[in-house]
Nanobody
Framework: EVQLVESGGGLVQAGGSLRLSCAAS????????IGWFRQAPGKEREGVSC????????HYAGSVKGRFTISSDNAKNTVYLQMKSLKPEDTAVYYC????????????????????WGQGTQVNVSS
């Protein structure tokens, strides 16, 4: 069974950095899009970033572009989200997600059909 386990969340002051990790297991497909969503209290879930297999194309939401970087370590079956210059509005539960269609990584990531979800990790950014 496919499992996605997030880690790395915590409390950080505005301007600080965190790196989230998503460890995947039971997943061997080479055609996929993997990335991150987030959901803040009282707000709708939003796509944050994704990485497409094969060509390694990445996508970022406008609100995080230039501050967040997605990367992967294929040998460790792990995807990372390096978050810098964090803002209070980045506070949310961050979820790792996989879609078995690499073309879904792009502007359509927000509404992509997700095949697998992680349990989420809390990120709190104080002012």
């Amino acid at each position: 069974e496919v499992q996605l386990v997030e880690s790395g969340g915590g409390l950080v002051q505005a301007g600080g950095s965190l790196r989230l990790s998503c460890a995947a297991s039971g997943f061997t497909s080479d055609d996929y899009a993997i990335g991150w969503f987030r959901q803040a209290p009282g707000k709708e879930r939003e796509g944050v970033s994704c990485l497409s297999s094969g060509d390694g194309r990445t996508h970022y939401a406008g609100s995080v572009k230039g501050r967040f970087t997605i990367s992967s370590d294929n040998a460790k079956n792990t995807v990372y989200l390096q978050m810098k210059s964090l803002k209070p509005e980045d506070t949310a539960v961050y979820y790792c997600a996989v879609a078995l269609a690499p073309w879904l990584c792009g502007s359509g990531w927000f509404t992509a059909r997700i095949d697998y979800w992680g349990q989420g990790t809390q990120v709190n950014v104080s002012s």
